[in-house]
């Protein structure tokens, strides 16, 4: 099983967003989507999650193509995503911000708290289950981002910039999160991330786009020695 996207193009106005990019993410790995600023890696996971429709190419989970599909489809086919603001409902409990994902997402009332019980203990956040939202730490707050994710039990899982804020022990114990629930979903998770370090560490494969187009891919040890990405990444990112 695969999710796929095969020579997408987006266009905004004259600006190309995204041109002819074609990646594939495996069931079962952890792929990086990296690249400076206004690259196009917002836009294509918009795509591959159903909030953009690409002007040219599709979008493939196994052998169906999803493309033009309404976004509230994709979950169905199991493909989740994050966002880069979390927006939790602060005078909601920490329990019930992630209920709300899982009735959002078609679970019965009774099904949702035990669901979001079971993701809360996965994510080790069970003893701040009844607390209230608006006293979360940031990073708390982002791991409830990803909980509500996974309410359906996706295939595969979409995380833009999960680690955006985040002090460097926060962001390895993100990654370590991360790996654990690949296992246990058995989910490909595709991973926008500016942070190289959690990036390097983290991934199985690397894909690098620069002004829409696909530049590199490959093992993090064959992009952090491409001359292209080095490139593009001056003044950004060191790859250390």
């Known amino acids: 099983m695969h999710l796929a996207a095969q020579s997408v193009s987006v266009r905004f106005g004259g600006l190309v967003a995204v041109d002819q990019v074609s990646i594939r993410l495996e069931r079962g790995e952890i792929v ?7 690259a196009g890696k917002t836009t294509l996971i918009n795509v591959l999650s159903g909030f953009q429709r ?12 999803c493309t033009g599909l309404p976004r509230h489809d994709f979950p169905r ?3 989740v995503r994050t966002f880069q603001a979390v927006r939790l409902f602060r005078g909601l409990s920490v329990s019930e911000n992630v209920e709300v994902g899982c009735l959002a997402h078609g679970l019965g009332r009774s099904e949702a708290r035990y669901r979001a019980a ?7 956040l069970g003893d701040k289950a ?23 039990k996706p295939r595969f899982l979409l995380l833009d910039e999960p680690a955006a804020g985040l ?7 993100l990654r370590k999160l991360i790996v654990e629930v690949r296992s246990k979903y058995d989910c490909g998770v595709l991973v926008i991330e500016h942070n190289m370090g959690l ?8 894909h690098v786009l620069d002004s829409g187009r696909t530049i590199a891919t490959g093992t993090p040890a064959a ?4 001359p292209a990405v080095r490139r593009a990444y001056l003044g950004h990112n060191t790859l250390q």
Not at 54 to 65: C, H, S, T
Not at 130 to 152: K, M, Q, T
Not at 223 to 226: L, N
């Open 223 to 226: 992009i952090r020695a491409d």
């Open 54 to 65: 690409p002007l040219a190419g599709a979008i493939m989970v196994g052998e169906r193509d």
């Open 32 to 38: 990086g989507l990296i690249g400076p600023n206004g």
């Open 167 to 173: 002090a460097a022990a926060e962001a390895d114990e």
């Open 199 to 206: 990036v390097m560490n983290l991934c199985e494969r690397i």
């Open 77 to 79: 086919a199991g493909v």
């Open 118 to 124: 079971q993701i809360l203990d996965e994510l080790h």
């Open 130 to 152: 009844h607390r209230a939202a608006a006293g979360l730490s940031y990073g708390e707050e982002r791991r409830i981002g990803l909980a509500r994710a996974l309410a359906v």
